[in-house]
């Protein structure tokens, strides 16, 4: 099926275990197109299993930008994905192939979409200062500090979240302005595209049950293996925003012998069904969108066919 002229980008967004990368597929298998991962646990090598990445198989056919594209050790900012993002776009328009955003990171499609408030630029100097802070401090007592400084960022934050909390507390180091206050002034790196959004949301009890599923046949399928060869990496450790993705941390802390298996995963579980949960929140306020419950091809096609969708 032709669509004449390109000059649009599908956001095709959904939360965890929804089905998104099928229907993605399946659009491509009718309009010629180009496939760009919105997801911010794809892009690590080495995280394969736990993270649902698309098959070795799956992405020989069916290629996706943006997976695969840094270790698990390296930091890897919105700016860098916008970035990516928009020279994969350009360059499917220029072939004539329909972008395809897919994922379910919204910090990244929002900032596509809205662009980015101006921050101060990072130091080696400031830098080096809030990660000696972390190490003498440790995050939960700078969330706490962040708290005071910035509330709205700090009610966003996980105390855990050790990287956003010190950038957090470095950006009003840097410019005496919160966070919270400069992300309010967006206006960089919009995308300057026509959007057409897709929302594919199972019903909640559905996507529970997959997630369960899901899970369970992880664990069958290595995903403890998975884990054990990335602890055997001395770069790597849970503050890491990698080690913070859904499921690793949780067995991460089942080999250090915080808890029984069982426990890490009823606990992994719980966890992904809460991202799921934050993911449908999201995903209920774009209202402009085409919802669909489950997989429905013709609807989408015509959809995307319609000069005023």
């Known amino acids: 099926m ?22 993605a597929i399946e659009i491509s298998k009718h309009i010629d197109s180009k496939l760009i991962s919105v997801d911010s646990a794809l892009i690590y090598r080495g995280m394969d299993i736990g993270t649902a990445k698309p098959g070795k198989g799956t992405l ?18 919105v700016t860098e994905f916008i970035s990516l993002a928009k020279k994969h776009i350009k360059s499917a328009l220029a072939e004539g192939k329909l972008p395809i955003l897919v994922g379910g990171t919204s910090f990244y499609f929002n900032a ?56 957090a507390l470095e950006v009003f180091h840097l410019s005496g302005e919160t966070l919270s206050k400069l992300q309010g002034k967006k206006n960089q790196h ?38 054990e060869a990335l602890r055997n990496n001395t770069k790597l ?26 426990e890490m995963i009823e606990k992994a579980i ?9 993911q449908c929140t999201w995903l209920r306020d774009e209202d402009k969108a085409l919802k669909l419950k489950q997989i429905e091809i013709e609807k989408v096609l015509k959809f995307l066919q319609e000069r005023d969708a």
């Open 2 to 23: 032709a669509i004449e002229p390109i000059n649009f980008v599908v956001f095709l967004m959904g939360p965890t275990a929804s089905g998104k990368t099928e229907l």
């Open 60 to 77: 020989e056919a069916h290629p996706h930008e943006l997976v695969d594209i840094c270790e698990p050790e390296d930091s890897f900012s």
């Open 112 to 167: 596509l979409e809205h662009g980015l408030s101006k921050l101060p630029a990072s130091t080696d100097e400031s830098r080096k200062h809030f990660n000696n802070l972390l190490k003498i401090e440790g995050s939960a007592k700078l969330h706490s500090k962040l708290v005071e400084i910035d509330p709205k960022s700090a009610a966003r934050i996980h105390s855990n979240d050790s990287q956003r909390i010190t950038r």
């Open 190 to 227: 919009k995308l300057d595209l026509k959007i057409k959004k897709i929302v594919l949301m199972p019903e909640r009890a559905e996507l529970h049950k997959r997630i369960e599923q899901r899970f369970i046949q992880m664990i069958k399928d290595g995903f403890l293996d998975e884990v």
């Open 237 to 262: 450790n849970l503050d890491l925003a990698s080690m913070r993705c859904v499921g690793y941390r949780q067995a991460w802390n089942y080999f250090e012998g915080s808890y029984s298996k069982k």
């Open 270 to 278: 719980i966890a992904t069904r809460q991202l799921c949960k934050r």
